[in-house]
Nanobody, 123 residues
Framework: QLRLVETGGGVVQAGGSLRLSCEAS????????MGWFRQAPGKEREFVLAINWNGSSRYYGDSVRGRFTISRDNSKNMVYLQMNSLKPEDTAVYYC????????????????WGQGTQVTVSS
């Protein structure tokens, strides 16, 4: 069982940057792939980025490729989402999630979820 807590959300102007953090508590964190998803008002939850268990592979959603990056520090049980060149359409609640196996892109394949953190990008 993993508990995930996201921090770092807030309000930022278009073109700005923000870094989200996800702290995991529980055993075997370094055996899980980690992903970030987001959900805008009135829309379904959308895949953003994922990283495999040791950080050697990353998987990007089309809407954030070239602007967002994901990293992890297994020694600290942390995952990070660096968001650059933010756009108003990036406004959403961002969720951190962990999976033991399966497709990185599919929400249903993730086993544990955080409570989410709000990111608002003003134009």
């Amino acid at each position: 069982q993993l508990r995930l807590v996201e921090t770092g959300g807030g309000v930022v102007q278009a073109g700005g940057s923000l870094r989200l953090s996800c702290e995991a508590s529980g055993p075997y964190f370094d055996s899980y792939a980690m992903g970030w998803f987001r959900q805008a008002p009135g829309k379904e939850r959308e895949f953003v980025l994922a990283i495999n268990w040791n950080g050697s592979s990353r998987y990007y959603g089309d809407s954030v490729r070239g602007r967002f990056t994901i990293s992890r520090d297994n020694s600290k049980n942390m995952v990070y989402l660096q968001m650059n060149s933010l756009k108003p359409e990036d406004t959403a609640v961002y969720y951190c999630a962990a999976q033991a196996g399966g497709s990185y892109y599919v929400e249903a394949e993730y086993d544990f979820w955080g409570q989410g953190t709000q990111v608002t990008v003003s134009s």
